[in-house]
Protein backbone atom coordinates (compact mmCIF):
# COMPACT_ATOMS: atom_id res chain seq x y z
CA UNK A 1 0.00 0.00 0.00
CA UNK A 2 2.88 2.63 0.80
CA UNK A 3 3.76 4.78 -1.74
CA UNK A 4 0.52 5.38 -3.27
CA UNK A 5 -0.19 9.18 -3.62
CA UNK A 6 -4.53 10.40 -3.37
CA UNK A 7 -3.04 13.83 -3.97
CA UNK A 8 0.16 15.11 -5.63
CA UNK A 9 0.97 18.62 -6.96
CA UNK A 10 3.76 20.53 -7.87
CA UNK A 11 4.07 23.92 -8.90
CA UNK A 12 6.28 26.87 -9.87
CA UNK A 13 5.19 29.93 -8.12
CA UNK A 14 6.93 32.14 -10.80
CA UNK A 15 6.87 32.69 -14.44
CA UNK A 16 9.67 30.59 -16.31
CA UNK A 17 11.18 33.43 -17.58
CA UNK A 18 12.28 34.69 -14.58
CA UNK A 19 14.41 31.62 -13.91
CA UNK A 20 13.35 31.63 -10.17
CA UNK A 21 12.84 28.18 -8.41
CA UNK A 22 9.94 29.16 -5.83
CA UNK A 23 7.52 26.14 -5.94
CA UNK A 24 5.04 24.31 -3.66
CA UNK A 25 4.82 20.77 -3.29
CA UNK A 26 1.80 19.07 -1.69
CA UNK A 27 1.40 15.42 -1.09
CA UNK A 28 -1.19 12.98 0.71
CA UNK A 29 -0.55 8.81 0.77
CA UNK A 30 -3.60 7.05 0.47
CA UNK A 31 -4.53 5.08 3.48
CA UNK A 32 -5.68 2.04 1.62
CA UNK A 33 -9.33 2.91 2.66
CA UNK A 34 -8.30 3.46 6.57
CA UNK A 35 -5.92 0.36 6.69
CA UNK A 36 -2.99 2.44 6.56
CA UNK A 37 -2.05 5.55 8.93
CA UNK A 38 1.28 6.06 8.61
CA UNK A 39 1.57 7.97 5.03
CA UNK A 40 3.39 10.51 4.33
CA UNK A 41 1.07 13.74 4.27
CA UNK A 42 3.60 16.78 3.24
CA UNK A 43 2.90 20.62 2.39
CA UNK A 44 6.82 22.07 1.16
CA UNK A 45 6.75 25.26 0.10
CA UNK A 46 10.08 26.81 -1.41
CA UNK A 47 11.11 30.63 -2.23
CA UNK A 48 14.86 30.83 -3.45
CA UNK A 49 17.00 29.07 -1.20
CA UNK A 50 14.63 28.23 1.87
CA UNK A 51 12.82 25.79 1.91
CA UNK A 52 10.09 24.98 4.47
CA UNK A 53 8.31 21.33 4.73
CA UNK A 54 5.21 20.98 6.73
CA UNK A 55 4.51 17.34 8.26
CA UNK A 56 0.56 16.49 8.76
CA UNK A 57 0.48 13.11 10.54
CA UNK A 58 -2.35 11.44 10.69
CA UNK A 59 -1.72 8.24 12.75
CA UNK A 60 -3.96 8.70 15.00
CA UNK A 61 -7.09 10.82 16.09
CA UNK A 62 -5.27 13.55 17.95
CA UNK A 63 -2.72 13.98 15.64
CA UNK A 64 -5.42 14.22 12.55
CA UNK A 65 -7.17 17.10 14.55
CA UNK A 66 -4.34 18.91 14.99
CA UNK A 67 -3.56 17.98 11.37
CA UNK A 68 -7.02 19.34 9.98
CA UNK A 69 -5.91 22.42 12.42
CA UNK A 70 -2.63 22.81 11.09
CA UNK A 71 -4.08 23.45 7.52
CA UNK A 72 -7.24 24.99 8.35
CA UNK A 73 -5.03 27.77 10.05
CA UNK A 74 -2.48 27.85 7.26
CA UNK A 75 -5.45 28.37 4.71
CA UNK A 76 -6.97 31.25 6.67
CA UNK A 77 -3.93 33.46 7.62
CA UNK A 78 -2.86 32.73 3.62
CA UNK A 79 -6.25 34.31 2.56
CA UNK A 80 -6.23 37.39 5.13
CA UNK A 81 -2.28 38.12 3.67
CA UNK A 82 -3.85 37.68 0.28
CA UNK A 83 -6.55 40.12 0.99
CA UNK A 84 -3.96 42.70 2.70
CA UNK A 85 -1.77 42.42 -0.37
CA UNK A 86 -4.45 43.27 -2.86
CA UNK A 87 -5.65 46.13 0.03
CA UNK A 88 -2.10 47.61 -0.36
CA UNK A 89 -1.50 46.83 -4.12
CA UNK A 90 -4.51 48.99 -5.09
CA UNK A 91 -3.41 51.91 -3.09
CA UNK A 92 -0.29 51.60 -4.50
CA UNK A 93 -1.85 51.38 -7.97
CA UNK A 94 -4.19 54.37 -7.27
CA UNK A 95 -1.14 56.84 -5.80
CA UNK A 96 0.87 56.41 -9.20
Known amino acids: ?13 NPTSTDKTSYIHAI ?28 FFIGNARNRRQSLKKINLLIDILMRFRDALMREIAQIEKAK
Open 1 to 13: MKGIFVYRKRAFL
Open 28 to 55: VESSGDGNYRFGTNMLTIADCKRVVRLE
